[in-house]
């Protein structure tokens, strides 16, 4: 079964400051890989997926995030962060059987202070 | 497009009681998943359907718990009897079948309380 982790519960990010958010999957085969963010009392909201190919994945909002397999990897990033990327940031990790599509497996979020 | 559409957006329910919360998906998406999240366990995936056919209930906690998708509009989660370790925020996602794997939609939740 997958699993994904998130390291930091929070962090806190002066605006205007960069921004790398860290996530580690574990999953036997090739995974699809999803960054969602989530904003208080909200539903969760794609920023980005990766599925194959280019390693660098672009978003919204001006995030990208990195799929580094040999360290089992899927960082997200933002060069200057705003005080409205404020929110709950969730890694997941996604299988498809064949049969039809599974549903993703989540880490347990990061939770982003943007400091003035 | 309404997106997905959940209802009530909060529940106050005495222990006992039965609970039921709906799910209406984005029109033509066909694949709809029910999701738990709580402070201790994160977001749980409680149990999915295809094409209104439920796949996967292996996350659904109990056998007070049950899910129904009658049409493709439409899907509810009931708990019967809730218990206050029920008290969380579920959430209802959907997807094109086959494409679930480009992402989900999210509702904005029900959040439940059970007293």
């Known amino acids: 079964a997958q699993s994904v982790t998130q390291p930091d519960i929070h962090i806190t990010v002066s605006e205007g400051a960069s921004l790398e958010l860290r996530c580690n999957y574990s999953y036997g085969a090739t995974p699809y890989l999803f960054w969602y963010v989530q904003s208080p009392g909200q539903g969760l909201q794609l920023l980005l997926k990766y599925f194959s190919g280019d390693t660098l994945v672009q978003g919204i909002k001006g995030f990208e995030a990195e799929f580094k397999r040999s360290q089992s990897s899927f960082n997200l990033r933002k060069p200057s962060v705003h005080w409205s990327d404020a929110a709950e940031y969730f890694c997941a990790v996604g299988a498809y059987s064949g049969g039809g599509a599974d549903g993703l497996t989540f880490g347990k979020g990061t939770h982003l202070i943007i400091q003035p | 497009d309404a997106g997905v559409i959940q209802s009530p957006r909060h529940e106050v329910t005495e222990m006992g009681q039965e609970v039921t919360l709906r799910c209406k998906p984005i029109s033509g998406h066909n694949s709809l998943f029910w999701y738990r999240q709580t402070m201790m366990r994160g977001l749980e995936l409680l149990i999915y359907f295809n094409n209104n056919v439920p796949i996967d209930d292996s996350g659904m906690p109990e056998d007070r718990f049950s899910a129904k998708m009658p049409n493709a509009s439409f899907s509810t989660l009931k708990i019967q009897p809730s218990e206050p370790r029920d008290s969380a925020v579920y959430f209802c996602?959907?997807?094109?079948?086959?494409?679930?794997?480009?992402?989900?939609?999210f509702g904005s939740g029900t959040r439940l309380t059970v007293v």
């Open positions: 996602a959907s997807s094109p079948v086959g494409r679930t794997l480009y992402g989900y939609t």
